[in-house]
């Protein structure tokens, strides 16, 4: 039997206007990095905050390293981690005495210090939360999800409004969690991110998940694992009359098209020929491997940063 | 401990929060120094008569003169001019015109009992002129200003600092308390907590008496006030005073929790909380006696907490009556507290 962290069947929240999660099953097994991937307004936040016992679910069953909310709420909350995609403190409180305070909630905790080094907020240790910058604010919540030295970690949107850095920090922090052989759950919208921690990932949009799978799983079952890329001086020019001549769907995005293909070998002399005969103004082509991103592209129909 | 973690907490934050920390401490000083000025006289509030002055003065106006001099009401001799224009603002409640064939007094309905209780004054003086002027000497029933409890207070501000004090200590809890924990759950404060072990009623707990000890900070600044700068006495035991105003702010504030629970924006919250405050404070009994009510309506205001709170904070401030004279009234304050906040415990939502 393999060890599950989570566990998730059918959860469901309709809220008046939109049905935010529509069905969703999820399986992580322990020790695992999983990523939730989706548009704005896909659904992952309230996924997750149902899991995390903070909205109350209309329909289906959460189990958390084997316990349900039902009989075992306070045990689940001494094991979990949550960094919510806002967190939002009272206004005078300051880093040091936050996790003091959380970390006093919890039968096993870690000291305030060592967190705040973790997260680099030693200087800003002292000052009041809403003097705080917007990073600064989302690291004291990375630091107050892991005050109790979770076994299960719920990260929504870490990096977001993070410097580069940081958010390399950040990384390092997912990856330390993993080796001790404890359970992330995160949120992106930054694929190389999904790419560089994730083992599996979901992607999700209009409260369901459309695929799931490790990095390479998804991109090897979109089926085509290369696109070639048209890049034009301004805006792409109309593609259907192309499209239609060279028999194979173009995308276009911006200043370039995109044409996937399982077969990039036979694909560009025909692509270099169906452009000469159309005078296609293109003035870069280049073929290059397909990514998560385009996975995100195709199950979703959506740019992920839109 | 948890609960003591909590609560220090609360005091160290409310303590930053330097401008409200501030003024939830003078306001109450300001309204019963403002009070105590105006009405250092010793009695009441008085009411003015506006007199219009004619050029020919009767011997007859010179005898009510006299007579309205023995009286509270406090004399304004005015041109016709002056007095109308004095009307016509609205400022006046009496006012007494005298003309060759008699008097007359106009009263202002928007000012109805102060205008009121001056014409019944005025007549009364009136009446004695006239006996005076028949050779009578009347005699007038004595009159003093008393507390239920028959002690003499040296200032009307006396009796208005239990009032003041229990007033403002259920605003505290309406107002303060529930007002707040809306805002705060609007503005997501709570969400955080919502996914912490914390038990909800630790948590409560812990804001219920750090408001608490705040009140009683407060109630020591208005006492030390009313005795320094007004010279108020306590006329009965500190403790049962002190107990009692922990009794009612604690009831109170569960009172807000529980409100809190039933509103989602601090908008619904004013409406929730006026409804239930304005009626409680008009049939407390604190501005008037309900002696003209309807039973059921009266029998109905006996359950409510304000009233029997504030009869026995000015019970033992006012006439050193002791505690074990309001013991049903604070048990039922008592078993308001407990029902408030068993409902705001239940509940109580962190989103
Ligand atoms: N409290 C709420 N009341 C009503 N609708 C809500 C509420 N919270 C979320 N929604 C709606 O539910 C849907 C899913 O929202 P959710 O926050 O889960 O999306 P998300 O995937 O986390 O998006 P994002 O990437 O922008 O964070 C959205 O259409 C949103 O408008
Ligand atoms: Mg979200």
Redesign the pocket.
């Known amino acids: 039997m393999i060890d599950l962290a989570l566990r998730v069947r059918g959860i469901r929240k309709q809220?008046?206007?939109?049905l935010?999660?529509a069905g969703v099953d999820l399986e992580v097994r322990r020790g695992e990095v999983f990523g939730l991937l989706?548009?704005?307004?896909?659904?992952?936040?309230?996924?997750l905050e149902m899991i995390e016992g903070l909205t109350p679910a209309d329909a289906g069953e959460i189990e958390i390293l084997g316990l349900d909310w039902k009989h075992h709420g306070r045990e689940i909350r001494s094991l979990i981690g949550v960094q919510l995609?806002s967190t939002s403190l009272f206004n005078k409180i300051t880093p040091r005495e936050a996790l003091d305070l959380y970390g006093a909630y919890y039968p096993t905790r870690r000291s305030a210090q060592e967190l705040l080094e973790l997260v680099q907020l030693t200087d800003k240790a002292d000052a009041y939360h809403t003097t705080l910058s917007g990073g600064q604010q989302q690291r004291l919540a990375l630091a107050l999800a892991l005050v109790n030295d979770p076994e299960l970690v719920f990260l929504?949107?870490p990096t977001t409004g993070l410097d580069p850095q940081a958010r390399r920090s950040l990384w390092g922090v997912v990856r330390g969690m993993k080796a001790e052989g404890r359970t992330v759950i995160l949120?992106t919208?930054y694929m190389e991110e999904a790419e560089a921690l994730c083992d599996r990932l979901a992607i999700m949009d209009h409260?369901v998940i459309l695929s799931e799978g490790s990095p390479t799983e998804l991109i090897a079952q979109l089926g085509l694992p290369s696109i070639v890329e048209l890049t034009f001086e301004g805006p792409a020019p109309d593609s259907v009359s192309f499209s239609a001549h060279l028999g194979l769907p173009v995308d276009a995005r911006g200043e370039r098209w995109e044409i996937p293909t399982a077969d990039p070998k036979s694909a560009l002399p025909a692509i270099l020929g169906a452009a000469e005969t159309c005078a296609v103004p293109f003035c870069q082509i280049h073929v290059r491997r397909a990514t998560l991103e385009d996975v995100f592209l195709h199950r979703t129909g959506r740019s992920l940063r839109e | 401990m948890l609960l003591w973690r909590q609560f220090t907490m609360e005091w160290k934050l409310y303590l930053r929060d330097r401008g409200a920390t501030f003024w939830t401490f003078a306001f109450p000083v300001i309204m019963l120094l403002g009070f105590g000025f105006i009405f250092r006289g010793g009695t009441g509030p008085a009411t003015t008569l506006v007199w219009i002055t004619r050029t020919a003065a009767a011997p007859s106006d010179q005898a009510l003169e006299q007579a309205l001099a023995q009286t509270p009401v406090k004399v304004l001799r005015l041109s016709p001019e002056e007095a109308s224009a004095r009307w016509a603002k609205g400022e006046t409640a009496a006012q007494l015109e005298s003309a060759p064939n008699g008097h007359h007094l106009r009263v202002n309905s928007y000012l109805m009992a102060q205008g009121q209780t001056a014409a019944q004054i005025v007549q009364q003086a009136n009446l004695v002129a006239q006996a005076k002027a028949q050779g009578l000497n009347p005699e007038l029933i004595p009159v003093s200003l008393e507390s239920p409890g028959g002690r003499v207070a040296p200032n009307y501000a006396a009796f208005l600092l239990p009032g003041l004090l229990g007033l403002n200590l259920l605003s505290i809890g309406l107002f303060s308390v529930g007002m707040v924990n809306v805002a705060y759950r609007e503005k997501g404060k709570f969400r955080r907590l919502g996914v912490t072990p914390l038990p909800k009623w630790i948590f409560l707990l812990g804001q219920v008496l750090q408001r608490l000890t705040v009140s009683l900070v407060q109630s020591i600044i208005l006492l030390a006030t009313g005795r320094f700068a007004l010279g108020i006495h306590n006329q009965g035991s500190y403790p049962e005073f002190f107990l009692v105003v922990i009794i009612g702010t604690g009831a109170f504030m569960a009172m807000g929790f529980a409100l809190s629970s039933l509103a989602n924006t601090v908008e619904g919250y004013g409406a929730i909380s006026n409804l239930v405050f304005f009626p409680m404070m008009l049939l407390s009994g604190v501005y008037f006696t309900l002696d003209a009510a309807p039973v059921w309506i009266q029998k109905a205001v006996m359950a409510l907490p304000l009233s029997p709170y504030i009869k026995a904070l000015r019970g033992i401030f006012n006439d050193g009556a002791h505690l074990s004279n309001y013991l049903p009234g604070l048990g039922l304050v008592l078993i308001w507290g407990i029902l408030c906040f068993g409902i705001a415990v239940k509940r109580f939502r962190w989103t």
Not at chain 1, 15 to 18: A, F, I, L, R
């Open positions: 809220y008046p206007k939109v935010a999660v989706g548009p704005n307004g896909a659904g992952k936040t309230t996924t995609q929504d949107e949120t919208h409260g």
